[in-house]
Every structure is written in C-alpha cells, then in structure tokens.
C-alpha cells in the first residue's frame, strides 16, 4: 500500500459499503430475501432509504410494526447475509472512484479505508477491485457486529499514528448518519454521500455537507481539510 508520511497533509477515510462500493442494489436484494423468509413484502429502495436505521432491528422494526423475535432475527440476518455476500461480488465501484482514488494520492495525499464489514470479507473483494494500493490501511470488523463505527475508528485513527495523519485535517467520506457521528467523536470532519442506504433527509440530519456524487464529496473534503 502507498505511504504518504509527511505532517499535515489532508486525509480521507473512506467508508466502503454504499460509498466507494455502489452496493445498494445488493443490499435491497439481500434485504427483500431477507423479509421474504418470513413472509414479508419487498420494499422499494425509496422506501428502504426513507425507513433505514442502525441499529439494523429498529430498521425491522419500522417495516415490522415490532422489533423482530430473537429467532426471526437469526432466520433474517443469515438470509441477508448470504444473498448479500453473493450479490456484492458483482457490483462495482460508485461512479468515478477509481480516478478519484488516483488524483488523491497523485497530489501527494493520503487515504484510508474503514468498514464495518467483516474484515475477511472486505480485504478479498477491495483487492479484487485493484484498489488497496491507494490506502495507507484497510479496516474491516474484527470485533462484534454490534460494534459502533466511532469505536472503529476510533481504533483505525490510533493505528494511523506515525502516519502524519491527523483528526484535524482528515475527513471521512461515507453514506451514514453514523458516519458523521463517528467522525465528530476523533474531532475529523465528514461529508455524506446519497448513493448508499439513507435518504437525503436523513443524512442531512447530521449537520454535515451532504452531496450527490463521490467527487462533490472529494471536493468538499479538501475544502474541510484546509
């Protein structure tokens, strides 16, 4: 992976999953396989967007009218989990990732990559799109799936140490209201990203710019770092 050390340079993190992976068809195929194991209706993306929340059993919750039993939390995740994973070997990179990637490292800055994705998962398939040499680390979830993504990255950072990067100057790029979250508790800033699984209003929730492309966000991302 590429190494960029010197102090004070600006940062990304970026998230992986509805972010630089343009996963969200996957994840409404995985999630409608998922109802359908107990004989629920699928849902339309504008609907998975306007309903979608962490943690995933209020999200049930919300289609449910309840939260899920503990053996219908089981049966779903591991329908979603499965249908995902299958699916998510197809889908490619958000529109202009690549380029974005190599014009950030090509100005002599540096970047990441924190998910909350299993880590043995998310490795194979950030190499399989040819792009792991652009960060200075790839995290994925080695700990619990309850793990919150500011305990994340809150490691992720720690580990950056050494690196020149710093809270101050890094912006993490992501899909999530938590993202934001996550970013405000290291002191970093955050820019949100429409493509993943949360609606616009949602994510503008979060007092953070909110943009429709990866590169707006890589533009505002610079103007944040300074």
């Known amino acids: 992976m590429s190494a960029g050390t010197t102090a004070g340079r600006a940062h990304i993190v970026w998230d992986w999953n509805g972010?630089?992976?343009?996963?969200?068809?996957?994840?409404?195929?995985?999630?409608?396989a998922s109802f359908a194991e107990l004989g629920f209706a699928p849902i339309t993306l504008a609907s998975y967007r306007?309903?979608?929340?962490?943690?995933?059993?209020?999200?049930?919750?919300?289609?449910?009218?309840?939260?899920?039993?503990?053996?219908?939390?089981?049966v779903m995740d591991e329908a979603f989990h499965r249908h995902y994973w299958a699916a998510a070997e197809a889908s490619g990179l958000a529109e202009g990732a690549l380029e974005l990637l190599?014009?950030?490292?090509?100005?002599?800055?540096?970047?990441?990559?924190?998910?909350?994705?299993?880590?043995?998962?998310?490795?194979?398939?950030?190499?399989?799109?040819?792009?792991?040499?652009?960060?200075?680390r790839v995290d994925g979830r080695t700990g619990p799936s309850h793990t919150?993504?500011?305990?994340?990255?809150?490691?992720?950072?720690?580990?950056?140490e050494g690196t020149g990067v710093s809270a101050a100057r890094t912006v993490l790029i992501g899909d999530a209201v938590d993202d934001?979250?996550?970013?405000?508790?290291v002191g970093a800033r955050a820019v949100l990203y429409t493509g993943g699984s949360h609606s616009r209003s949602s994510l503008e929730s979060a007092g953070v710019p909110?943009?429709?492309?990866?590169?707006?966000?890589?533009?505002?991302a610079r103007e944040l770092a300074g």
Not at 103 to 123: C, I
Not at 148 to 160: D, G, I, N, Q, T
Request: no cysteine; charged share 25%; aromatic share 6%.
């Open 180 to 185: 934001a979250l996550a970013a405000a508790h």
């Open 19 to 32: 972010t630089l992976l343009h996963d969200i068809d996957a994840v409404l195929v995985a999630t409608n």
């Open 210 to 220: 909110v943009v429709d492309s990866l590169a707006e966000a890589v533009r505002t």
């Open 148 to 160: 919150s993504k500011a305990e994340h990255l809150v490691r992720h950072m720690a580990a950056l």
């Open 50 to 74: 306007d309903l979608y929340v962490v943690p995933v059993p209020k999200f049930y919750e919300r289609l449910m009218g309840r939260l899920p039993t503990d053996e219908e939390w089981v």
């Open 102 to 136: 190599q014009d950030w490292e090509r100005d002599g800055l540096t970047q990441s990559l924190l998910s909350l994705a299993p880590h043995d998962r998310l490795v194979p398939l950030v190499r399989t799109h040819g792009i792991d040499r652009y960060f200075l």
